[in-house]
Each structure stands twice: as C-alpha cells, then as structure tokens.
C-alpha cells in the first residue's frame, strides 16, 4: 500500500468569498485532483464549535477519546509526551502564551503562531508566572516556547477552545466554561498583571513585535491519554499537531514518493493568511502549495508511484474529503474544476 492522506486546514475560503476568490486562482494540480476525483465527506460544522473542523478530523483520525460537547480535543496528555514529559496522574491542559488586543468593543485573540516567541523569552515569563501557579497549588510545565501545560484535576470537564478557534474574533464567547472557570479567569487575570510590568514586553514593542500578555487554555485531558500511531510517517505536524506523532524531516514531495505505506502531509501554509483575513496571501499560498506539493504528487499518482491521495480540505465551518486514484485520473470527462472548494 502506497497511500497519502494530505489535510490543508483553510483550504474552503468563506462562502460568501469563494467565487471571486476561485475565479482568480491558479491551481491546476487541484483543479485536477478535485475534478477527477471522488468527494467521500462533505460535511458541515457548527461555526461555533470551540475547535476547528481539522482539528476535529485529527482527533478521530488518531482515536482521542471523543471531548464532551462543546469542547477542545483532549490533547494536552499527547502532547506533553511528544514534548518529553510522561506524567502518571491527574487532569492537564495544554497553556499558550497569547496576545490579546483591544478591539472597538471586544477583546481579541492574536494567532499565536505570528507571535515569534523566543526561547529565552518563554522562559522568562515563564519564571515569573511559575509563582502564581505554585501558590494555589498547581503544577506548571514547560514544553517549548509556545507550549506550556497545567495540572488543574478540579477542572476537568472544562470546555475550552482551541487557539485557532478563538483566534482573530471576541475572546468572550471562547472563554473557559464548567468546572474551575472562575479560578482560571482569575489565575490569568494574575498572570496578566504580573506580565505587565515585564520589560520583555516593551522590548518586544520596540522591535514591532506583539507584547505577550495573556494564556490561553485548552486541550484538557487526563494523564495517559494518547494518540494512536496509525500512519508510517507524519510530515508537517507543526505546533500542537506533534501530539499525533514523530514527523519525518521535511524533504518535500520527492521525499513522500520515496516512501511507502499509509502516510500524512499537513500543509498548514494557508492558516495564517485565513486567519488574518488576507485573502490576496492566501491566494498567493494556495498558488505555491499547487506548484510545490500538488503538482508533483500528482505526476506521481499518474506515474503509479503513489496508489491514492486523499485530500482532507477544511475551513471555519466545512470541510470536504476527496480520494483521487490513478484510474480515476483516466475520466477525461470530468473537467478539471476548483468549484469543490466554493460547495
């Protein structure tokens, strides 16, 4: 078996901007992929859901346990390991380092990816909230620079949202629910007092960059909790996305062809764009996918050195599944089309 699953979170543009946007765009290799291929999921999702419809897809595909209804995946234990800590009790989720700004009447989320967090500067703010957690007898962990994790067992079945989620619209209706909501709200209340007054921040002003000055929570889970490893290699799990797995190293798609078994590729380059609602860059992020990944994988397929792709393609609140075959590329029939992405 030779198969490739490829999951692109963003690749549905809103509704009421696919067509202008598809009418512009340049990409043959999907035309093709979509046009011959078969849709086995179309599905929709609910706009509110406190995590996105790729994230949700990642945690079926991996068999976390289902989260309680309105809730974030419980990746927070996966993910500690991949980050090298086992712990053996109690109920983690996983805390960011965020930047929350002032809107016109609301509060809004950065997308924590464009905050260019330094090591040496996680650690700083790290040491300097680490106090608040110990005082009210939580344990704090330290995974990466953006990845953090807490140790809250009074908490579990807090519905939380996933960053990408909440990002770039009112962090109110994101907010922690359930069990522990009023403790968390006033432990990050400290913690944003005691950031305030670090001169991280204003050196981070100083250079243009967003001062760090909130967390955020989600992903809880109970220790022990893992991913299952269902796929021969994983390429592109970048952020939370470890949790599901060992990446290879990043070769591109030659490397993917030299390969064998059942394997994943995510192409995460379209989030930040969509997130930012700058539709032009993601134009232009879509264009480079389908010369730099598509393309390629798509003389593969024809070339029988890959049995089948299954492209998994999401948005905020759809997402569509296509599986494409070497045989299914032989339909001249079927025109190649990206009106897939608009339905």
Known sequence: MNQLDILIPFALPPA????????????????????????????????FSRALPHEHWLARRFGLPPAAQDCSPAAASALMQRLGHAPSAGHWFVLHPAHIHVARDHLVLTDIG????????????????????????????????????IRADAW??????????????????????????????????????????????????????????????????????????IYTERFGLRGWLRAFGQERIDGGAAQLVRGSGHRLLVLDALAEAALAEEWGLWLQHLEHLDR?????????????????LNLILSGADRSLEVTVTRGALRRFWHKPSLAGLSA
């Open 16 to 47: 009421e901007l696919a067509r202008d946007l598809l009418r512009q765009c340049q990409a043959p290799a999907l035309a093709m992929l979509l046009g011959r291929g078969k849709a086995v999921a179309r599905q929709a999702h609910d706009p």
């Open 114 to 149: 464009q905050l260019q967090l330094e090591e040496d500067e996680s650690r700083r703010l790290f040491d300097a909230a680490l106090p608040l957690f110990t005082e009210i007898g939580h344990e704090l962990v330290y995974g990466d620079a953006r990845t953090w994790f």
């Open 156 to 229: 579990a079945g807090l519905r939380t949202s996933t960053p990408s989620a909440a990002s770039g619209r009112n962090v109110d209706i994101w907010m922690p629910e359930g069990p522990g909501e009023l403790a968390w709200r006033k432990l990050q209340n400290e913690v944003q007092m005691q950031w305030f007054a670090e001169s991280l921040n204003e050196q981070r002003e100083m250079r243009g960059q967003k001062a760090i000055n909130s967390i955020w929570i989600w992903g809880g889970a109970d220790a022990g909790v893992l991913a299952q490893d």
């Open 292 to 308: 730099d990944w598509l393309a390629p994988l798509l003389v593969s397929l024809r070339a029988a050195s890959l049995e089948s």
